[in-house]
């Protein structure tokens, strides 16, 4: 592959134009789309119904939640985050290869990709920990996606306006021993390379791992590095596209339809609905104390201590722990039961809790006002809404306590100092659900979880599972040889005959709500025409 050499274009985005040389007439979408990835410069256009909105939304955010969790299991560019990046791709059908014989369906997922895109974009520009988590992931997929085109990448890179300046061959002579040295690679034939000049501020990462010759503020960069400068085009890019569709939020806010959907799709939990309560009565209370141990997440396990020391849980607790049990099966009888017994051990008699707190707690059940079913809070739901204060007990420890706290803390639950650093490592980074994931492989002694971590009650479903299964092998073990299983449990699968769905705002929408949604009219603030 050989870039072309000349000046850098001015990268104004544009509509993609058709590519050059079609092999057979080509499809409306083949003129748009001519390439598996896109820079996504402009929104797509036409209508989509509410439904698609959501499906299509949702989708992509499975992608993007699977690329973080690939990315911290393996290293990027390694052939296993390649293999499991691929193997997501394909199972989301979301586009990443370019095929000699391109069929409708290959366009269609462009399509899809596109739209999904800018969906995100409205969802995920609401706040800076949004847009830097969305930037992140988008990022590592357009890596995946640039090197998946190999030998199309120059066509890409033309239609995009992206086109870096090769040295000539007397410049490369000159600098030849310095071009060698900070190549890192040894033995190079600088005579066999294509050297890239461009500003070093568009290269930052490379000067900083000294990877590339800095002279007179111009970096010269080998070809197998220019996916970093085009990384760094695209963060920017989307970085400034995000700040534009912020600009577009009161528009996006007074319409109903799309408001919710959009916060909601922020802190969407993708995978099962814990809202529909199965395994009801099979919880004993007696067992709380046991299982909060054993088998809570960190974030419910605080909420479980601190009810049990003071008697009391503030109201954004006593929802988050409240919902909890509730999707743990048990019942509205047990949970007043519960609730109160602790309560009345505290400051609060039996008169006031029945008259100021089984209110709530009937209401958490669908009993009293609305009479809505309240489902469980997910994971992004807990992390990004409603931060705890003074006094409050809610909230992710990954994400709302000190380092300096969080540290005792699982030292208290008997984490080893080499693997609470893993795990302030990762929180360290903003992963804070990566971190429970390790706290749940290290509690569990397993070596990897098997499983995208989104929700509690997800959790402790998992961590019963293995518990479980566990105590069925040593069981096992304990028997004659002839009677034991040839086929032990697979503790990390889903459970068979359960579908996951999605809890976003329209899931209970009514299906004939298919009034379109322009994107386009919507991002109308400050994208180009
Ligand atoms: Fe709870 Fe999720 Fe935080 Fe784990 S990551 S502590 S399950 S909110």
Same mark, same amino acid.
């Given at each position: 592959?050989?870039?072309?050499?000349?000046?850098?274009?001015?990268?104004?985005?544009?509509?993609?134009?058709?590519?050059?040389?079609?092999?057979?007439?080509?499809?409306?979408?083949?003129?748009?789309?001519?390439?598996?990835?896109?820079?996504?410069?402009?929104?797509?256009?036409?209508?989509?119904?509410?439904?698609?909105?959501?499906?299509?939304?949702?989708?992509?955010?499975?992608?993007?939640?699977?690329?973080?969790?690939?990315?911290?299991?393996?290293?990027?560019?390694?052939?296993?985050?390649?293999?499991?990046?691929?193997?997501?791709?394909?199972?989301?059908?979301?586009?990443?290869?370019?095929?000699?014989?391109?069929?409708?369906?290959?366009?269609?997922?462009?399509?899809?990709?596109?739209?999904?895109?800018?969906?995100?974009?409205?969802?995920?520009?609401?706040?800076?920990?949004?847009?830097?988590?969305?930037?992140?992931?988008?990022?590592?997929?357009?890596?995946?996606?640039?090197?998946?085109?190999?030998?199309?990448?120059?066509?890409?890179?033309?239609?995009?306006?992206?086109? #870096?300046?090769?040295?000539?061959?007397?410049?490369?002579?000159?600098?030849?021993?310095?071009?060698?040295?900070?190549?890192?690679?040894?033995?190079?034939?600088?005579?066999?390379?294509?050297?890239?000049?461009?500003?070093?501020?568009?290269?930052?990462?490379?000067?900083?791992?000294?990877?590339?010759?800095?002279?007179?503020?111009?970096?010269?960069?080998?070809?197998?590095?220019?996916?970093?400068?085009?990384?760094?085009?695209?963060?920017?890019?989307?970085?400034?596209?995000?700040?534009?569709?912020?600009?577009?939020?009161?528009?996006?806010?007074?319409?109903?339809?799309?408001?919710?959907?959009?916060?909601?799709?922020?802190?969407? #939990?993708?995978?099962?609905?814990?809202?529909?309560?199965?395994?009801?009565?099979?919880?004993?209370?007696?067992?709380?104390?046991?299982?909060?141990?054993?088998?809570?997440?960190?974030?419910?396990?605080?909420?479980?201590?601190?009810?049990?020391?003071?008697?009391?849980?503030?109201?954004?607790?006593?929802?988050?722990?409240?919902?909890?049990?509730?999707?743990?099966?048990?019942?509205?009888?047990?949970?007043?039961?519960?609730?109160?017994?602790?309560?009345?051990?505290?400051?609060?008699?039996?008169?006031?809790?029945?008259?100021?707190?089984?209110?709530?707690?009937?209401?958490?059940?669908?009993?009293?006002?609305?009479?809505?079913?309240?489902?469980?809070?997910?994971?992004?739901?807990?992390?990004?809404?409603?931060?705890?204060?003074?006094?409050?007990?809610?909230?992710?420890?990954?994400?709302?306590?000190?380092?300096?706290?969080?540290?005792?803390?699982?030292?208290?639950?008997?984490?080893?100092?080499?693997?609470?650093?893993?795990?302030?490592?990762?929180?360290?980074?903003?992963?804070?659900?990566?971190?429970?994931?390790?706290?749940?492989?290290?509690?569990?002694?397993?070596?990897?979880?098997?499983?995208?971590?989104?929700?509690?009650?997800?959790?402790?479903?998992?961590?019963?599972?293995?518990?479980?299964?566990?105590?069925?092998?040593?069981?096992?073990?304990?028997?004659?040889?002839?009677?034991?299983?040839?086929?032990?449990?697979?503790?990390?699968?889903?459970?068979?005959?359960?579908?996951?769905?999605?809890?976003?705002?329209?899931?209970?929408?009514?299906?004939?709500?298919?009034?379109?949604?322009?994107?386009?009219?919507?991002?109308?603030?400050?994208?180009?025409?």
């Amino acid at each position: 592959m050989e870039f072309r050499h000349g000046n850098r274009k001015n990268s104004r985005p544009s509509r993609p134009s058709k590519p050059s040389k079609p092999s057979r007439p080509l499809c409306p979408l083949a003129l748009v789309y001519p390439f598996p990835l896109q820079l996504y410069p402009l929104p797509p256009q036409g209508a989509v119904s509410l439904q698609q909105f959501e499906s299509l939304a949702v989708a992509r955010l499975k992608l993007l939640k699977s690329i973080e969790t690939i990315g911290i299991s393996y290293a990027r560019g390694s052939e296993n985050y390649n293999k499991k990046l691929e193997a997501e791709l394909r199972k989301l059908k979301f586009p990443y290869r370019v095929y000699s014989d391109e069929k409708m369906d290959e366009y269609e997922m462009r399509r899809k990709d596109h739209i999904s895109h800018f969906i995100l974009r409205l969802a995920y520009c609401q706040s800076e920990d949004l847009r830097r988590w969305f930037i992140q992931q988008e990022l590592d997929l357009f890596r995946f996606r640039f090197g998946e085109l190999h030998d199309k990448q120059q066509e890409f890179l033309e239609e995009n306006g992206l086109e #870096y300046r090769a040295i000539e061959p007397e410049e490369r002579e000159r600098l030849s021993s310095k071009l060698q040295t900070s190549s890192g690679q040894t033995p190079v034939v600088i005579e066999d390379q294509i050297f890239y000049k461009v500003p070093f501020t568009d290269a930052l990462e490379l000067v900083r791992a000294r990877k590339a010759y800095l002279e007179k503020g111009l970096v010269y960069i080998p070809h197998h590095e220019i996916v970093i400068i085009i990384l760094n085009e695209f963060r920017q890019r989307l970085s400034k596209s995000l700040a534009l569709t912020s600009r577009s939020l009161p528009v996006i806010q007074s319409d109903e339809r799309l408001q919710p959907l959009l916060s909601n799709l922020s802190c969407a #939990y993708v995978g099962q609905d814990y809202s529909v309560q199965r395994n009801v009565g099979k919880i004993s209370l007696d067992q709380l104390d046991s299982l909060a141990t054993k088998s809570y997440p960190p974030c419910m396990r605080q909420l479980h201590n601190a009810l049990r020391d003071n008697h009391h849980l503030r109201h954004g607790g006593r929802m988050q722990y409240g919902l909890y049990l509730k999707g743990l099966g048990l019942t509205l009888e047990q949970a007043l039961l519960f609730w109160k017994s602790e309560f009345i051990k505290g400051k609060v008699d039996p008169d006031k809790f029945d008259k100021s707190y089984a209110y709530n707690i009937r209401h958490n059940f669908g009993k009293e006002g609305k009479r809505t079913d309240y489902t469980p809070f997910s994971c992004m739901k807990i992390i990004l809404s409603n931060p705890p204060g003074q006094g409050d007990y809610h909230g992710c420890p990954f994400r709302h306590s000190d380092l300096d706290l969080l540290k005792p803390k699982l030292q208290s639950y008997k984490i080893s100092p080499a693997e609470i650093n893993q795990i302030l490592d990762l929180v360290k980074g903003m992963h804070y659900q990566l971190a429970c994931q390790k706290y749940f492989e290290l509690t569990h002694n397993i070596d990897e979880i098997g499983f995208s971590l989104n929700h509690p009650n997800q959790y402790f479903i998992e961590s019963q599972k293995i518990l479980n299964s566990s105590r069925d092998t040593k069981k096992e073990s304990n028997q004659p040889e002839s009677s034991q299983r040839s086929q032990p449990s697979q503790p990390s699968q889903p459970p068979k005959g359960e579908s996951a769905s999605v809890s976003t705002a329209t899931s209970q929408a009514e299906s004939t709500d298919v009034e379109g949604i322009n994107i386009e009219e919507l991002l109308s603030e400050g994208y180009p025409e």
